[in-house]
């Protein structure tokens, strides 16, 4: 998710408290719930409060961690974008048409990545404080899990790329800017939104990860390099090897779902969604988590 360029008051305080094999753990997550639509965000959240240290690993380690299972997609997805921003930038200099299929695909995930990046910058705050709470992570993994399911009931899944425009690809974009706050996850609101607007299960996914590179590379990148002045933070090898471990888990989590998007339905993780939400309000309201 794209992060905002301040972390949280209370993230440096967390994060010191965070072992080394905790934040294995925490990439291990990261990598596992990236790419399907149950939020990493949130499970990071939620998988923090319930370790020992009791930690929010906050919006610096989540953003760099991302960096791992971004590298992920470049690696799986290394033809297709070697061939995108080639053509995207023959296209600049006229050497080929814009509205050449690889061309153009360049284009659609820039402006749709633009969504993102002004409404990131423009609710920072929001972002890393008061939209981290608990009980607006189990909100979001019900309401978003339950469109999930009514995208993919009513989705008449008969578009693929080649009918994507802009106009639509806006759309994706403001999908995936909802991702911002945890707990709606990046691939969960674009793929809903790309169900919604007639695209089948694969093009949507698809369309998700590459649309992802901009913005995750830019927000993790930008606090990584800030990271440096900021030891306290965590220890670089405790990030490190969590970002690593991500990268490694995402890219079997990308084979598999473009495999069992060819086959099966989103339902198995619609529920999913609802149960987790619907625990967590329920220890929430118990005392037994704080939001």
Request: proline share 4%; charged share 10%; glycine share 10%.
């Amino acid at each position: 998710m794209f992060t905002s360029l301040r972390r949280m008051d209370f993230a440096p305080d967390s994060l010191a408290g965070m072992g080394f094999f905790e934040a294995i753990f925490l990439g291990f997550i990261q990598g596992l719930t990236e790419f399907i639509p149950v939020s990493s965000s949130a499970h990071l959240r939620i998988v923090g409060e319930l370790l020992p240290s009791a930690v929010d690993p906050g919006a610096t380690f989540t953003a760099i961690t991302q960096l791992g299972t971004e590298a992920a997609v470049v690696v799986y997805f290394w033809r297709d974008l070697v061939r995108i921003v080639k053509q995207w930038l023959f296209s600049l200099v006229r050497k080929v048409p814009r509205n050449d299929p690889d061309a153009r695909m360049g284009w659609l995930i820039i402006v749709g990545s633009i969504p993102i990046i002004v409404l990131g910058l423009v609710f920072q705050d929001q972002i890393e404080t008061t939209l981290r709470s608990l009980w607006i992570v189990a909100t979001m993994l019900i309401v978003f899990g339950i469109l999930l399911g009514i995208a993919d009931v009513v989705g008449k899944k008969t578009k693929n790329l080649q009918q994507l425009t802009v106009g639509r690809g806006i759309i994706f974009g403001f999908a995936q800017a909802l991702a911002l706050i945890p707990g709606v996850s990046r691939s969960g609101g674009t793929i809903t939104a790309g169900l919604f607007m007639g695209f089948n299960r694969s093009s949507a996914a698809r369309y998700s990860f590459l649309l992802a590179l901009p913005a995750v590379f830019g927000s993790g990148l930008y606090q990584l390099v800030k990271s440096f002045n900021e030891p306290q933070v965590f220890t670089g090898i405790e990030t490190l090897a969590a970002t690593v471990v991500a990268f490694i888990v995402g890219i079997g989590v990308i084979a598999f779902l473009m495999n069992w998007l060819g086959k099966h339905s989103f339902w198995p993780f619609v529920i999913y969604r609802i149960a987790l939400g619907s625990t967590l309000l329920v220890l929430l309201g118990a005392g037994v988590l704080q939001g």
